[in-house]
């Protein structure tokens, strides 16, 4: 991964697991807790891809194994992570961008879900049984309802930020070039698909503002019209 990519995704990990530990954690909630970390992995992995995706879950799990209070095996959280991380990059569509909010929200959904029951399967295969005494059902049902109502301020910011890291300002090419094309991979859920509108939008302004500065142009104060020319057609 370049430098910038593997700079953002360590700081947002980072961010990530201090607010889980210290806010999200403390919560008194019924069931599970809002994993903020997973919405974190889940949001770079949409616009890294799978293999991005796989490494930033291995290490955010990691370090969520490591880090106190953690009451489980070390390594256990960080394969669930990679696996949620692998298989939510290969969501990411063609084009890089959601047409919709769809796409993302059902893509927290699954995780979500996918994530509990690998996390209560490897504890089952190293003997932990805390699953069963909660209930599965009810940890599954509060895991999704929690991370759906907390991905929509959270998701959104994340991938914006990761697409802008991504384009390099000095890659940038002038007049509409692929980079200018590349539009951002949270469109679709920041704008419930219409990023195809606003790019339209944008071009228009571009067109008018440079139709107004030539006719500025051509109406410059002390020349003269040319002699025989009637009117300047507009562009």
Same mark, same amino acid.
């Given at each position: 991964?370049?430098?910038?990519?593997?700079?953002? #995704?360590?700081?947002?990990?980072?961010?990530?697991?201090?607010?889980?530990?210290?806010?999200?954690?403390?919560?008194?909630?019924? =069931?599970?807790?809002?994993?903020?970390?997973? &919405?974190?992995?889940?949001?770079?992995? !949409?616009?890294?891809?799978? @293999?991005?995706?796989?490494?930033?879950?291995?290490?955010?799990?990691?370090? $969520?194994?490591?880090?106190?209070?953690?009451?489980?095996?070390?390594?256990?959280? $960080?394969?669930?992570?990679?696996?949620? /991380?692998?298989?939510?990059? !290969? +969501?990411?569509?063609?084009? /890089?961008?959601?047409?919709?909010?769809?796409?993302?929200?059902?893509?927290?959904?699954?995780?979500?879900? =996918? #994530?509990?029951?690998?996390? $209560? /399967?490897? =504890?089952?295969? @190293?003997?932990?049984?805390?699953?069963?005494?909660?209930?599965?059902? %009810? !940890?599954?049902?509060?895991?999704?309802?929690?991370?759906?109502?907390?991905?929509?301020?959270?998701?959104?910011?994340?991938?914006?930020?990761?697409?802008?890291?991504?384009?390099?300002?000095?890659?940038?090419?002038? %007049?509409?070039?692929?980079?200018?094309?590349? $539009?951002?991979? #949270?469109? /679709?859920?920041?704008?419930?698909?219409?990023?195809?509108?606003?790019? #339209?939008?944008? %071009?228009? &302004?571009?067109?008018? +503002?440079?139709?107004?500065?030539?006719?500025?142009?051509?109406?410059?104060?002390?020349?003269?019209?040319?002699?025989?020319?009637?009117?300047?057609?507009?562009?």
């Amino acid at each position: 991964m370049r430098f910038n990519r593997i700079l953002l #995704s360590a700081t947002l990990v980072v961010v990530a697991l201090v607010i889980q530990v210290t806010v999200l954690g403390r919560l008194q909630l019924p =069931g599970a807790v809002p994993d903020l970390l997973l &919405l974190t992995v889940v949001s770079l992995a !949409l616009v890294y891809g799978h @293999v991005s995706g796989a490494l930033i879950g291995f290490a955010a799990g990691l370090l $969520a194994d490591l880090a106190p209070p953690a009451d489980h095996a070390a390594g256990r959280y $960080a394969l669930v992570l990679c696996v949620i /991380g692998y298989v939510a990059g !290969l +969501t990411r569509p063609d084009g /890089g961008r959601f047409r919709s909010a769809w796409g993302p929200m059902l893509t927290v959904v699954a995780a979500a879900i =996918g #994530s509990t029951l690998l996390y $209560a /399967g490897v =504890g089952a295969l @190293v003997g932990d049984t805390a699953a069963r005494h909660v209930g599965l059902t %009810g !940890l599954l049902f509060t895991a999704t309802l929690y991370d759906l109502l907390l991905a929509p301020f959270t998701v959104p910011f994340i991938m914006a930020l990761a697409r802008r890291a991504e384009n390099d300002p000095m890659a940038v090419e002038a %007049g509409g070039g692929p980079a200018n094309k590349a $539009a951002d991979v #949270s469109a /679709g859920w920041l704008a419930g698909g219409t990023g195809l509108r606003i790019g #339209s939008q944008r %071009g228009g &302004l571009r067109l008018k +503002t440079a139709r107004s500065r030539a006719n500025k142009a051509v109406r410059i104060k002390g020349v003269k019209p040319v002699k025989g020319v009637k009117s300047v057609k507009k562009l």
